[in-house]
């Protein structure tokens, strides 16, 4: 990683999701929690804010938009991946094998089925925000 | 797409679609297509797609794989190759419809002018006088003649017997008739095969001495004779069958003292599906001497036929009773997916409000609380109109016409979404006709109708800025009808998709909408003698009309149905 990209990094979570209350829950808890919230509602939307936001984390309902949901999530994929964001998927996913090149400790994709409990959703977002920060202050150190 | 459609066995109607390169099929669940059929080995054959096609391979199963009747190990599948793995029949439909294509390169229909050759109609005739192709009867011909007259008058009874019904029981019974009819039977039986235990099961017997005698008689059939009919998959007659030496003579024909008999394997395209069984009986020692026999090769002939013809009008009705379920549970299947799909959504939302409430309580917090009892409740609406929209669609039911007061229905109607139409920024607005005379309606379905149609202009006006839903309510006297109109400025709706819009499960709203709401509107109106119009621009907006018959209370009466209601 480079400086440049970990300076750029913050610790906040961009939520992508057409449900307004699945956005407002997440929101209110982390909120509450300190973290910082960017919110889309649509897949582009989404995909805008993680390029020029670089969020540690990115939670992303695979139904945000209608139709091609393996397009959806290959491209926040190859972007999470681009900027070191932990991606977390809401939904199915069919094929979930790793993209070619990233090894097992690179791949930082979690998948939740629905329905999916919010307890252990915000958990993991709290844990992978937590080796965010980690990965990022050492990257700092070294730097 | 490939697929294999299951038309005889436990699994009939069940249609599998080969999408992936390689599928296997077996008795167990781990095979790609599982088979509930005891004959069909755990694991027994594979259908592997490669650039020649789909390749059935036999994976050394018990009982083997037949394709078109012949045991093959590995076999390229055509179009319409029947596949049969235990007692399981599957018809293969490949996706290659090239064929089509070539034909249609030959075809071309024509308008008058261009076409080159100026046919005119010189001659009609109706299906019923087409019919008619055996002519009368002609004293002056020859016996032989009569009899081929007669033998193709009776196929052609047939014909037409089997062609005139989708039922069963009622074909073989007319078939059963027909036999009679023609051949001086005794006693008959029509004896389908049982698709789980492949045994002969009776489907209709007959037996022309109980009729005239009125006399209670059970009906033996010889199960020697059947077995060489279903073996050997030929027709038999017996005359006197005691000395016939095909059969065991210690077998049942003794004691049933047969002296003739017709039994013929009804012989279909993928194999055989039954027998019919005729015959002259005479108990055991009450012989009479008959000048001749009753039954010939030619009658044996023409029962072969009789009995293909039946046999291909069940497999055909099989096919067909497949089919239609094949639908059914392909709706069933949409159905259950579509609704628990939503109901999954409202889950969440409850999860969702639940998990705030329970942070917030955590934390002493009454505003988390708050946020997630606004949630709750959000979703048990949700899910209590879901319920209440299953319940209206799913039911016939006669309108409880009570004298009701439309303006005042809308305006529940609006009380109850204006939140909602507040929270994503639309004006909703009502515009009361002035004059509203009482009227008999159901008002808790019509309150249902109206909500689901404003709910729709709310959420098509999302984008807009600002969007705006207008209700107004009139009533003619002239041409005694009543009607809300709700007006948005929402992005409108496509002229293709209007057409679709009243389709159950047809959702323009994606993963929000139900694809119920509009068809459960559309129901209520109709049931009250009305119905729903819509007129819609792309880009400006929709208008949609819920006109229903302004029916004027009786006095006398406080409730009432649509049978004797007075229309303004």
């Known amino acids: 990683?480079?400086?440049?990209?970990?300076?750029?990094?913050?610790?906040?979570?961009?939520?992508?999701?057409?449900?307004?209350?699945?956005?407002?829950?997440?929101?209110?808890?982390?909120?509450?929690?300190?973290?910082?919230?960017?919110?889309?509602?649509?897949?582009?939307?989404?995909?805008?804010?993680?390029?020029?936001?670089?969020?540690?984390?990115?939670?992303?309902?695979?139904?945000?938009?209608?139709?091609?949901?393996?397009g959806l999530r290959g491209a926040f994929e190859d972007e999470s991946r681009r900027h070191e964001s932990s991606l977390v998927?809401?939904?199915?996913?069919?094929?979930?094998?790793?993209s070619e090149g990233v090894d097992e400790m690179r791949d930082t994709r979690h998948i939740i089925e629905k329905p999916y409990h919010y307890g252990p959703l915000i958990r993991t977002i709290e844990q992978l925000l937590q080796q965010h920060e980690a990965v990022a202050s050492s990257s700092i150190e070294l730097g | 797409m490939a697929s294999l459609f299951v038309i005889q066995g436990t699994d009939q109607g069940r249609r599998y679609?080969?999408?992936?390169?390689?599928?296997?099929?077996?008795?167990?669940?781990?095979?790609?297509?599982?088979?509930?059929?005891?004959?069909?080995?755990?694991?027994?054959?594979?259908?592997?797609?490669?650039?020649?096609?789909?390749?059935?391979?036999d994976l050394d199963s018990s009982n083997g794989s037949f394709v078109n009747g012949n045991q093959i190990t590995e076999h390229h599948l055509a179009n319409g190759d029947r596949v049969q793995l235990g007692r399981t029949l599957m018809i293969f439909t490949g996706s290659d419809d090239s064929s089509s294509f070539a034909l249609a390169d030959e075809v071309d229909i024509v308008g008058q002018s261009a076409s080159a050759v100026g046919s005119r109609i010189i001659s009609s005739i109706s299906h019923e006088e087409g019919s008619q192709i055996i002519g009368r009867f002609d004293e002056s011909e020859s016996p032989w003649l009569a009899r081929a007259r007669s033998n193709l008058q009776i196929m052609y009874r047939t014909a037409l017997a089997v062609s005139h019904t989708l039922d069963i029981d009622q074909l073989l019974h007319r078939i059963m008739e027909l036999i009679f009819e023609w051949v001086e039977?005794?006693?008959?039986?029509?004896?389908?095969?049982?698709?789980?235990?492949?045994?002969?099961?009776?489907?209709?017997?007959?037996?022309?001495?109980?009729?005239?005698?009125?006399?209670?008689?059970?009906?033996?059939?010889?199960?020697?004779?059947?077995?060489?009919?279903?073996?050997?998959?030929?027709?038999?007659?017996?005359?006197?069958?005691?000395?016939?030496?095909?059969?065991?003579?210690?077998?049942?024909?003794?004691?049933?003292?047969?002296?003739?008999?017709?039994?013929?394997?009804?012989?279909?395209?993928?194999?055989?599906?039954?027998?019919?069984?005729?015959?002259?009986?005479?108990?055991?020692?009450r012989f009479v001497q008959r000048a001749g026999n009753k039954f010939s090769e030619e009658h044996l002939k023409l029962m072969v036929a009789i009995a293909h013809q039946a046999a291909l009008a069940i497999e055909d009705t099989s096919y067909y009773s497949a089919m239609v379920q094949a639908e059914r549970l392909a709706a069933m299947g949409q159905t259950i997916a579509t609704l628990?799909?939503?109901?999954?959504?409202?889950?969440?939302?409850?999860?969702?409000?639940?998990?705030?409430?329970?942070?917030?309580?955590?934390?002493?917090?009454?505003?988390?609380?708050?946020?997630?009892?606004?949630?709750?409740?959000?979703?048990?609406?949700?899910?209590?109109?879901?319920?209440?929209?299953m319940l209206t669609f799913s039911k016939d039911r006669e309108p409880d016409l009570v004298p009701s007061d439309m303006n005042e229905v809308v305006a529940d109607v609006l009380d109850l979404m204006v939140v909602r139409a507040q929270g994503v920024g639309v004006e909703l607005k009502r515009n009361a006709a002035e004059s509203m005379p009482e009227l008999l309606f159901d008002p808790e379905l019509l309150q249902r109708a109206i909500l689901n149609v404003v709910t729709n202009a709310i959420d098509a006006c999302e984008s807009s800025d600002p969007g705006r839903v207008i209700v107004s309510t009139e009533h003619s006297v002239e041409v005694g009808k009543v009607r809300v109109i709700v007006e948005d400025n929402g992005d409108g709706i496509e002229e293709v998709d209007i057409k679709r819009i009243f389709s159950v499960f047809e959702s323009r709203k994606g993963a929000r909408g139900t694809g119920l709401g509009l068809p459960v509107s559309q129901k209520i109106l109709r049931e009250h003698g009305g119905d729903i119009f819509v007129e819609s621009t792309l880009g400006t907006g929709s208008r949609f009309i819920l006109e229903l018959p302004a029916i004027i209370p009786d006095p006398s009466h406080h409730s009432d149905t649509l049978a004797g209601i007075r229309i303004e």
């Open chain 2, 185 to 285: 039977a005794d006693r008959g039986c029509i004896m389908l095969h049982d698709q789980q235990t492949g045994d002969l099961v009776p489907k209709v017997s007959r037996n022309r001495r109980q009729r005239e005698n009125r006399q209670k008689e059970r009906l033996e059939i010889s199960r020697t004779i059947l077995d060489y009919v279903r073996e050997h998959r030929e027709g038999v007659l017996t005359s006197d069958a005691k000395d016939d030496q095909r059969w065991d003579p210690a077998a049942s024909i003794v004691k049933m003292g047969i002296r003739e008999a017709i039994c013929v394997p009804m012989q279909g395209r993928y194999g055989i599906v039954g027998v019919i069984y005729i015959d002259t009986y005479t108990a055991p020692g």
């Open chain 1, 89 to 98: 998927m809401l939904g199915r996913v069919v094929n979930a094998n790793r």
């Open chain 2, 17 to 57: 679609d080969l999408d992936e390169d390689a599928m296997s099929l077996g008795r167990d669940n781990d095979n790609d297509i599982q088979l509930h059929d005891s004959e069909i080995s755990r694991h027994h054959a594979e259908v592997r797609s490669d650039e020649a096609g789909y390749l059935l391979v």
């Open chain 1, 1 to 70: 990683m480079t400086s440049t990209a970990s300076e750029r990094r913050s610790a906040s979570v961009l939520i992508v999701d057409r449900s307004e209350e699945t956005r407002d829950v997440l929101r209110t808890i982390l909120e509450a929690r300190g973290v910082n919230i960017l919110e889309a509602k649509q897949g582009a939307e989404g995909l805008e804010l993680l390029r020029e936001q670089h969020p540690g984390v990115v939670v992303l309902d695979l139904e945000v938009d209608e139709g091609d949901s393996a």
């Open chain 2, 340 to 389: 628990s799909h939503h109901i999954k959504n409202i889950l969440q939302g409850i999860r969702g409000g639940s998990y705030l409430i329970e942070e917030g309580l955590k934390h002493e917090d009454n505003d988390i609380v708050r946020k997630g009892w606004s949630i709750v409740d959000k979703n048990q609406e949700k899910i209590s109109n879901l319920v209440m929209d």
